[in-house]
């Protein structure tokens, strides 16, 4: 089985201050990680994932997430809040093994609110 | 160039009536999938399709019937719709069924059952 959880339902940031957003995951095997962001009323937008190798990785909008095995964590982050960052972000794992078959695990989202 | 496109956008409808949503991919993709997500941002696999042929049929009513004619295409038909199928419907789209392929989202159709 595969799961995903974020723990926080909104996180609250000033524009200017680094923000993270939290995931962690549960996989039988090795996990591939990714993050999504939604715009009110648009679909999810792709942001960054982890494969393999460098456990930080970057993504579009100057957006990264590291990758934490020993914590099963794989933290969205960005250095400097933007307003324009507002919007639901979506952690999802897919299980290594027999990924052919087995879909994508989307956690519940996290609404992040920069505020100017 | 819209990537993954869906018609309509919204749609209002009457509980017991048959519905079909469309969705499109021009990047060239094998792979289709179906979600929904509910009204607390809730996002769950519907179906996926790789070349035609169906690989994810979650725990989904049977009144739902996915149905791709090409690879390009893959329409969501739902009969006798219930209150409960009110939600935003979400077409995505990957190169293949790998487990690195990123997949591409289109921008939704809510759909909402009086």
């Given at each position: 089985a595969q799961s995903v959880a974020q723990p926080e339902d909104q996180v609250n940031v000033a524009e200017g201050n680094p923000l993270t957003v939290k995931c962690t995951y549960s996989v039988s095997g090795n996990p591939y990680l990714f993050w999504y962001v939604q715009y009110p009323n648009r679909g999810l937008q792709?942001?960054?994932k982890y494969i393999t190798g460098d456990n930080l990785v970057k993504g579009s909008y100057g957006f990264e997430?590291?990758?934490?095995k020993s914590q099963t964590s794989f933290h969205l982050k960005?250095?400097?809040?933007?307003?324009?960052?507002?919007?639901?972000y979506f952690c999802a794992v897919r299980d290594k093994?027999?990924?052919?078959?087995r879909a994508l695990t989307f956690g519940s989202g996290t609404r992040l609110q920069v505020q100017p | 160039d819209t990537a993954v496109s869906q018609t309509p956008k919204y749609l209002v409808t009457q509980m017991g009536n048959d519905k079909s949503?469309?969705?499109?991919?021009?990047?060239?993709h094998d792979t289709m999938y179906w979600y929904k997500q509910d009204s607390k941002k809730f996002l769950k696999?519907?179906?996926?399709?790789?070349?035609?042929e169906l690989i994810i049929n979650e725990t989904v009513p049977n009144r739902f019937s996915?149905?791709?004619?090409?690879?390009?295409?893959?329409?969501l038909h739902i009969n006798s719709l219930e209150l409960g199928d009110s939600a935003v419907y979400f077409c995505a789209s990957s190169q293949?069924?790998?487990?690195?392929?990123t997949q591409y989202f289109g921008p939704g159709t809510r759909l909402t059952v009086l």
């Open positions: 792709f942001l960054l997430a590291e990758f934490n960005k250095p400097s809040a933007l307003v324009s960052d507002s919007a639901l093994r027999g990924t052919g078959r | 949503i469309k969705c499109e991919q021009n990047l060239g696999i519907m179906f996926s399709y790789n070349n035609k996915p149905k791709s004619p090409d690879k390009a295409h893959l329409n293949g069924l790998g487990g690195t392929d």
